[in-house]
């Protein structure tokens, strides 16, 4: 049976966005509880070379959108990063469910074999959209979301895997 781009992509997409939304939403919470200002997390980082909290949702973002539309043939839409607070970051995620919810299954399925070209700072990539779906789109937003949720889990945000996994489409 062939793999369904569609059922690859925007279920998961809209999953684990939302699970980041809600992580986000606890973390404020947490600050608030703990009396701190909640953009602090946004700076907080796992190691001095990677990057910080903000920049980690506004990547995963960027993969979930880049992705969907990439496969179907289109260019994805540019945000600015300028997101300083978790309800920016929280707008931003939101903006994006609308956008990948916006692609329906005619538009990703069948399309396995169109060429999807990544210019990297260094290399340019080449895949078919399978490959570039499950080899370089899914393990990059798996990636930055997992790291998101490794920095307000160090930073004291009361979470679990149940919170990573989010809702479960069952």
């Known amino acids: 049976m062939a793999i369904s781009l569609y059922d690859a992509a925007v279920p998961v997409y809209r999953q684990m966005l939302g699970a980041l939304d809600a992580m986000l939403e606890r973390a404020a919470a947490n600050a608030a509880a703990r009396g701190f200002d909640a953009s602090v997390l946004l700076q907080s980082r796992l190691a001095p070379d990677m990057y910080p909290l903000a920049r ?20 994805p839409p540019r945000h600015a990063d300028t997101e300083q607070t978790i309800d920016e970051l929280r707008t931003r995620i939101a903006t994006v ?20 070209t990544l210019a990297l700072r260094d290399r340019t990539l080449k895949f078919n959209a399978r490959d ?14 997992t790291t ?14 149940r919170d990573f996994l989010g809702k479960l489409p069952l």
Do not use: M, S
């Open 97 to 116: 469910l609308g956008y990948v919810d916006g692609f329906g299954r005619e538009r990703l399925d069948g399309q396995e074999a169109r060429e999807v």
């Open 56 to 75: 980690q949702v506004q990547i995963a973002c960027d993969n979930a959108k880049g992705a969907v539309a990439r496969i179907a043939g289109v260019e």
């Open 132 to 145: 570039y779906l499950l080899h370089w789109a899914l393990p990059n937003f798996y990636f930055h979301v």
């Open 148 to 161: 998101a949720y490794a920095l307000l889990r160090h930073n004291g945000v009361d979470l679990g895997k």
